[in-house]
T-cell receptor
Framework: GQNIDQPTEMTATEGAIVQINCTYQTSGFNGLFWYQQHAGEAPTFLSYNVLDGLEEKGRFSSFLSRSKGYSYLLLKELQMKDSASYLCAVPDTGGFKTIFGAGTRLFVKA | DTGVSQNPRHKITKRGQNVTFRCDPISEHNRLYWYRQTLGQGPEFLTYFQNEAQLEKSRLLSDRFSAERPKGSFSTLEIQRTEQGDSAMYLC???????????FGSGTRLTVV
C-alpha cells in the first residue's frame, strides 16, 4: 500500500520562506505531485517530480529524494494569497489513480 | 476550452433521496476521475474512466454509488438512498495520463440532511 505524511498546519510571515515537507511510503514509485487548494476551491496542480533534486518554478520550488521517500515544497517571498492547503500526492503504481495526503494548511500572517 | 465543468455546484438533499452529478472534462483528456473530499482531508479516490471504460473503482464505493461515462465524453455520478455520511465535496478531474497533473473541476458540495 501507500502512505503519505505531511504536517497538518504551518504558519509563516509575509515575505518569508516556508518549507512544507512530505514523506511517503510506496511499493513502487512513479513520481510525486504537489497541489495547492484554497479554502472552498478545487486543488490546482503546482509541480511534478520524478527525478531527485530541486525543480524551481518562480516563487515555488519542489524537491525530491527517492531514496529517502521525501519531498518538500519551498515557497519564497510569501504573499497573503499563498494561504491555502498544500497537498502532496503520488500515483498508485498498482492502478490508475493518484493518492493524496491530507494536506498542510499554511497560514500567512502580515 | 473552459476547463473541467461540474454541476450543480451545491446540492442539499434529504436522507434517502437519490442525487446525480455531472462532469464535463477537458475534451482532449481521455482520463476522468471522481474523488470525494471532506473537511481537513485530501481527496479520496472513487472511480476512474479511460474513455468510456470504467477501469478502477474504490473498494470504499458502496453499491449505492454508480458512475457512467457514455461515449467517453461527460460523466455522471449517482448516489442512491443518500446517507448523512455522504455529505462531502465531490470532485471530478481529467488528465492526459497518470504522470500528468490533474485538472479539477470546481466540485459539487453535497449536504444530506
Amino acid at each position: 500500500g501507500q502512505n503519505i505524511d505531511q504536517p497538518t498546519e504551518m504558519t509563516a510571515t509575509e515575505g518569508a520562506i516556508v518549507q512544507i515537507n512530505c514523506t511517503y511510503q510506496t511499493s513502487g514509485f512513479n513520481g510525486l505531485f504537489w497541489y495547492q487548494q484554497h479554502a472552498g476551491e478545487a486543488p490546482t496542480f503546482l509541480s511534478y517530480n520524478v527525478l531527485d533534486g530541486l525543480e524551481e518554478k518562480g516563487r515555488f520550488s519542489s524537491f525530491l529524494s527517492r531514496s529517502k521517500g521525501y519531498s518538500y515544497l519551498l515557497l519564497k517571498e510569501l504573499q497573503m494569497k499563498d494561504s491555502a492547503s498544500y497537498l502532496c500526492a503520488v500515483p498508485d503504481t498498482g492502478g490508475f489513480k493518484t493518492i493524496f495526503g491530507a494536506g498542510t494548511r499554511l497560514f500567512v500572517k502580515a | 476550452d473552459t476547463g473541467v465543468s461540474q454541476n450543480p455546484r451545491h446540492k442539499i438533499t434529504k436522507r434517502g433521496q437519490n442525487v446525480t452529478f455531472r462532469c464535463d472534462p477537458i475534451s482532449e483528456h481521455n482520463r476522468l476521475y471522481w474523488y470525494r473530499q471532506t473537511l481537513g482531508q485530501g481527496p479520496e479516490f472513487l472511480t476512474y474512466f479511460q474513455n468510456e471504460a470504467q477501469l478502477e473503482k474504490s473498494r470504499l464505493l458502496s453499491d449505492r454509488f454508480s458512475a457512467e461515462r457514455p461515449k467517453g465524453s461527460f460523466s455522471t455520478l449517482e448516489i442512491q438512498r443518500t446517507e448523512q455520511g455522504d455529505s462531502a465535496m465531490y470532485l471530478c478531474a481529467s488528465s492526459f495520463g497518470q504522470n500528468y497533473g490533474y485538472t479539477f473541476g470546481s466540485g459539487t458540495r453535497l449536504t444530506v440532511v
